[in-house]
């Protein structure tokens, strides 16, 4: 009962009242309480669990955030990345350095510290990686200053080099790998966060618990956090309705609709990123239909996306015209895009050669929402004059033509994360350069090349905001390098029981240390 009351009243920097009765302790009303599992159910597995430079999906990150932090946390309502483990980042584009400097006493789950040389480990890691190397490009050293102040020296300036830290610097123990191996690692984090990893069963579940030691005092408030890996969004939701599990990390728009009107259920959708759609063509390859331009611009106009999120994303979607949504700072208002007209899709084709259109295959996943997506817009391209056979690829097959192979003779269906920072993107999915797949069987246009370039490499953000939006102007009105279709807004399910002081991470996860069950 004493530790108990001491553990609250640690914790907590405002005032509070504590009512004792029967014998157990409570917040007030409103007021964090200590105790308590959050039984949460994400849709897919990840990666690798404690290594950073393995891991590359949303499944990856979606799963380390309890034990795994990063220098860095992305601010939605600022549109940029602040502080967290790094207490001050100092950007210096005349000096070409980014300086950390890292919070003192903040301790990884082995009892070792987080100090210069534990940061500059991992940031090593990642920059010599194949999966996350490219954010370095421009990077020529890591400067250890003193145990708790770190500085990375540029060659070539990036600005979105802090975006891309707040995925990629997650600091896990350098003690843990070295003691005990990289493979040991893929299947044990152990980091900085407010919980410790404690079990890991691939493709089913993950269990941690609260780390007494850790960094923000008088947190995490929950005992407990279990990650159950369901896959079927049938089973997740009945999951979910049974009390069995009270979050779903990123729920099915189907299952989403089913939910809206469900009692003590909370649906929190992403404001500002999600994921995009899109149809690529393989206008790389001079003997494609899609070399073309105005084939390009045909399959465009050829696709109904209002009725694609009304009709197959049950409304959770929002119809874009460009890499990302108009509440990004990045997005070109002035971009026309190119709306819904079939016949002006049939027109287009016909001046392009192609009067009784043509035959080709649309690649797409062969999970249950992307083939209902993909399939919807196979039946548009097809009243267009595009007759184009439906390949669904296992996740294996369709990561290598993604990430590493390309494709030739048909349409990729795309997915990736939409940001306000269009830079991560363009470098990834767009930009020659690129170690990616989806840019090798791309049509690669010089004047958007060379304001790729220019606006990732200026330090003034006015003039970084102009080119982003001739960038947006350039891939969809002038070149048509990409089919832009929806982006798909994340939806977070849980009980209402279920709270955070943080409303941002509700949708984002940062961090689970705010969380707690007022039940």
């Known amino acids: 009962m004493k530790s108990m009351t001491k553990r609250i009243l640690t914790g907590f920097v405002f005032a509070i009242v504590l009512v004792a009765f029967s014998g157990m302790v409570f917040a007030a009303s409103g007021q ?18 404690g290594y950073i430079p393995d891991q590359i999906s949303p499944f990856d990150y979606w799963e380390r955030v309890p034990v795994i932090e990063t ?23 005349e000096a070409m350095t980014i300086t950390f400097r890292l919070r003192k006493g903040v301790k990884f789950h082995d009892g070792t510290i987080m100090d210069a040389e534990a940061v500059k480990w991992n940031l090593e890691e990642v920059r010599k990686s194949a999966n996350l190397g490219a954010s370095w490009l421009g990077a020529s050293s890591i400067e250890v200053k003193d145990d708790y102040t770190l500085v990375v020296h540029f060659h070539t300036w990036d600005n979105t080099f802090l975006r891309n830290m707040t995925w990629d610097a997650g600091m896990v123990s350098p003690t843990a790998f070295k003691k005990n191996g990289i ?6 984090a152990v980091g900085t966060g407010p919980f410790k990893q404690v079990s890991f069963k691939r493709d089913v579940k993950k269990v941690f618990e609260r780390f007494d030691d850790y960094w923000q005092k008088g947190k995490p408030y929950l005992d407990r956090i279990e990650i159950s890996i369901i896959a079927d969004p049938t089973v997740e939701i009945a999951s979910f309705l049974s009390g069995e599990n009270n979050m779903i990390r990123t729920v099915d728009p189907k299952n989403a609709r089913t939910l809206e009107n469900k009692p003590n259920v909370v649906l929190v959708k992403d ?11 393989d206008s790389g ?52 895009g190119y709306p819904y007209n079939p016949e002006k899709a049939k027109a287009l084709l016909k001046e392009a050669g192609y009067p009784n259109g043509f035959s080709t295959t649309l690649y797409t996943r062969s999970d249950s929402m992307w083939v209902k997506l993909y399939t919807a817009v196979q039946g548009y391209l097809a009243e267009a004059g595009i007759q184009a056979k439906l390949e669904m690829l296992n996740s294996g097959k369709y990561s290598e033509m993604f990430f590493a192979t390309g494709w030739q003779d048909g349409i990729f269906g795309i997915n990736f994360l939409s940001y306000p920072e269009i830079g ?10 690129s170690p990616l797949g989806m840019p090798k069987s791309m049509t690669h246009p ?39 279709l929806l982006v798909k807004q994340n939806v977070l399910a849980k009980y209402a029981w279920v709270k955070t002081e943080n409303p ?16």
Request: proline share 5%; net charge negative.
């Open 183 to 188: 493979d040991w690692v893929r299947q044990n």
């Open 446 to 484: 010089e004047d958007l090349e060379a304001v790729f370039k220019q606006f990732t490499t200026t330090t003034d953000f006015a003039t970084q905001k102009a080119l982003a939006h001739k960038a947006q102007y350039l891939m969809i009105d002038m070149h048509c390098v990409f089919t832009p």
């Open 71 to 93: 220098l860095v946390r992305y601010d939605e309502k600022l549109q940029k990345a602040v502080p967290f483990l790094a207490e001050a980042v100092e950007e210096n584009p």
């Open 32 to 49: 964090p309480k200590y105790g308590g599992t959050l039984k949460m159910i994400i849709g897919g597995e990840l990666t690798s669990m």
């Open 424 to 433: 991560i993107m363009t470098r990834f999915f767009f930009e020659a350069a």
């Open 271 to 281: 404001k500002i990123q999600g994921e995009i759609f899109g149809l690529v063509g």
């Open 504 to 519: 941002q991470s509700h949708a984002a996860i940062y961090t689970y240390a705010d969380y707690w069950i007022d039940k």
């Open 285 to 336: 390859n001079p003997k494609s239909p899609f070399a073309n331009l105005k084939v390009r611009q045909a399959m465009s106009y050829a696709v109904d996306k209002q009725a694609l999120k009304e009709y197959v994303l049950y409304g959770y979607a929002s119809p874009v015209n460009q890499l990302n949504m108009p509440e990004a700072w990045s997005y070109n208002p002035e971009v026309k």
